[in-house]
């Protein structure tokens, strides 16, 4: 075919035979060119005056550029073509968005634009060309990917001048690549929640997805399929209503956008950073946020628009509102519930209380700094309040044997209800035995004492035998149970009560109360 392009090799050969005075004809039919193609690079040849030495040494690039045709000028339906394509690229960060959908907005605004095939080839030579930061591949609101910097910062302190380093968390949003960076103490899960939240606070909104590198204090195991995740980080996922969706293990494509993002604030934030001394973690991170606002307003190479642009006008839209409480971190706990229906909480050495029925069960305690939940096989079986006293217990009476309830809700009150359903005598004795003592456990086992004779004599002659106690003056279990052995409560007539004659050495009842 008439003026073909041809391959570099094929150039350089002609060039060889011709500078060896061989004939056209003789190049094209040994070089399966054609006559037209052959004159086209032999007349370009004479035109730059160069030797076959100097073209021998050439690169291929060099070479090339002396045969380039000139460029011509775009076609109008060429012209506007970039910016059709940064505004595709944006819209395809929306979910639901497709090529096609922007293909056919494209072609109502130009109708006479290129036909579908063409306008995606010339989309992907375009992106090709301007090598662009922001990746199509990821939708917007979609995933955040949150990893620790591998260089430390450093706080130091004023008194002694001792330095600390710091880890540095990034988090990225996969769509707009809007960046969070914040100093913290360490790499611990309770550090990471607190600063993912704060990513989130940053953002105002919440992603669908997190995607951590395997981190120890988000992942608990690492596995290609179905890695653990850590119950803390879990829970706190579960809080804010995302997913934890761990960077496969040795995949470092994975987690791309967050590896050149530290790379990138390595160059444009530490590098600040490092001109200055800073003598505490709030200080530190201040100074961070004025360079990572600069850093999210710093145009993409080849674009006019940058991070915070993209964000702002697409990705902020798609983020999940932040949830009314911030997280409160849970801690968790295994523990075996005792005899007596209590469990120790380690971290404060108090007991609390859990159902009778799971005595010498494995539980699980979950723990706030508030609030304390114990669960069994995932059910709930028992909540209170966090108390700190180290050794004491906190206990929910129904989580006791009917029995121990009965034996703590004793009161007063109780056995004069009891006393009442026995008779007027009973009730008034009981009220006797009540205030004999300030030690209220001493009346309550002499009243339990007296209530049970019930069971082996029956009401009616207890009834009697409270009454003759009363006439006694002597207000005691004893005084009952010696009554009713001999059979006093069934004399006609009363047996007088000897008294004591007053002396000043005898000290009288009214001295024990």
Same mark, same amino acid.
């Given at each position: 075919m008439a003026n073909e392009r041809i391959g570099i090799m094929k150039i350089r050969q002609a060039i060889r035979l011709f500078t060896q005075g061989k004939k056209k004809f003789y190049i094209?039919?040994?070089?399966?060119?054609?006559?037209?193609?052959?004159?086209?690079?032999?007349?370009?040849?004479?035109?730059?005056d160069l030797t076959w030495d100097q073209v021998d040494k050439m690169s291929d690039h060099q070479l090339m550029s002396y045969f380039a045709a000139p460029e011509e000028p775009p076609s109008p339906r060429q012209s506007g073509l970039g910016e059709e394509f940064k505004r595709m690229e944006k819209l395809l960060g929306k979910p639901g968005q497709t090529r096609q959908a922007c293909w056919l907005e494209y072609i109502q605004r130009k109708p006479g634009g290129y036909c579908y095939t063409q306008f995606c080839e010339y989309f992907r030579r375009w992106q090709s060309q301007t090598k662009p930061t922001l990746s199509i591949e990821h939708k917007a609101g979609d995933k955040v990917f949150i990893d620790f910097a591998g260089k430390r910062l450093s706080i130091v302190d004023k008194a002694t001048g001792e330095v600390t380093l710091v880890e540095v968390f990034l988090a990225v949003l996969g769509f707009s690549q809007m960046t969070y960076v914040e100093a913290t103490l360490s790499?611990?899960?309770?550090?990471?929640?607190?600063a993912v939240e704060n990513a989130f606070l940053y953002y105002g909104g919440v992603p669908q997805v997190v995607v951590p590198d395997n981190l120890k204090s988000a992942v608990k195991k690492p596995q290609r399929y179905e890695p653990e995740i850590n119950e803390t980080f879990q829970d706190f996922a579960l809080h804010y209503q995302t997913s934890v969706l761990p960077a496969r293990v040795r995949k470092p494509q994975d987690k791309a956008l967050v590896e050149i993002a530290v790379k990138l604030v390595y160059q444009r934030i530490?590098?600040?950073?490092?001109?200055?001394?800073?003598?505490?973690?709030?200080?530190?991170?201040?100074?961070?946020?004025?360079?990572?606002?600069?850093?999210?307003?710093?145009?993409?190479?080849?674009?006019?628009?940058?991070?915070?642009?993209?964000?702002?006008?697409?990705?902020?839209?798609?983020?999940?509102?932040l949830p009314v409480e911030k997280y409160?971190?849970?801690?968790?706990?295994?523990?075996?519930?005792?005899?007596?229906?209590?469990?120790?909480?380690?971290?404060?050495?108090?007991?609390?209380?859990?159902?009778?029925?799971?005595?010498?069960?494995?539980?699980?305690?979950?723990?706030?700094?508030?609030?304390?939940?114990?669960?069994?096989? !995932?059910?709930?079986? $028992?909540?209170?309040?966090? #108390?700190? =006293? &180290?050794? @004491?217990?906190?206990? +929910?009476?129904?989580?006791?044997?009917?029995?121990?309830?009965?034996?703590?809700?004793?009161?007063?009150?109780? !056995?004069?209800?009891? $006393?009442?359903?026995?008779? #007027?005598? =009973? &009730?008034? @004795?009981?009220?006797? +035995?009540?205030?004999?003592?300030?030690?209220?456990?001493?009346?309550?086992?002499?009243?339990?004492?007296?209530?049970?004779?019930?069971?082996?004599?029956?009401?009616?002659?207890?009834?009697?035998?409270?009454?003759?106690?009363?006439?006694?003056?002597?207000?005691?279990?004893?005084?009952?149970q010696s009554i009713l052995e001999k059979g006093l409560e069934q004399a006609k007539e009363e047996t007088k009560v000897i008294r004591l004659p007053g002396h000043e050495n005898i000290r009288g009842n009214q001295y024990y109360k």
């Open positions: 094209s039919r040994n070089l399966g060119l054609s006559r037209n193609t052959v004159d086209k690079y032999i007349a370009g040849f004479l035109n730059t790499q611990k899960k309770e550090d990471l929640i607190k530490y590098r600040d950073l490092q001109k200055q001394t800073y003598y505490s973690l709030d200080e530190l991170n201040g100074a961070i946020l004025i360079l990572l606002d600069r850093y999210n307003k710093k145009r993409f190479f080849n674009r006019d628009y940058n991070r915070e642009d993209v964000f702002v006008e697409v990705e902020k839209a798609y983020l999940a509102p409160e971190l849970r801690r968790y706990q295994q523990a075996t519930v005792h005899k007596n229906c209590h469990v120790l909480l380690s971290d404060d050495l108090h007991y609390y209380s859990a159902p009778y029925q799971y005595i010498g069960e494995k539980v699980k305690i979950k723990y706030t700094s508030e609030e304390v939940w114990i669960y069994h096989h !995932y059910e709930m079986i $028992a909540y209170h309040k966090r #108390e700190r =006293a &180290r050794y @004491l217990k906190t206990t +929910v009476i129904t989580h006791l044997p009917k029995a121990h309830q009965a034996y703590l809700s004793r009161g007063p009150e109780e !056995y004069l209800t009891q $006393a009442a359903a026995i008779g #007027e005598q =009973a &009730r008034k @004795l009981i009220e006797k +035995v009540l205030e004999r003592s300030k030690y209220l456990e001493h009346n309550y086992q002499s009243c339990q004492g007296i209530l049970l004779l019930e069971r082996k004599v029956g009401r009616e002659r207890l009834e009697l035998a409270c009454k003759r106690a009363l006439e006694y003056e002597v207000y005691n279990y004893k005084m009952v």
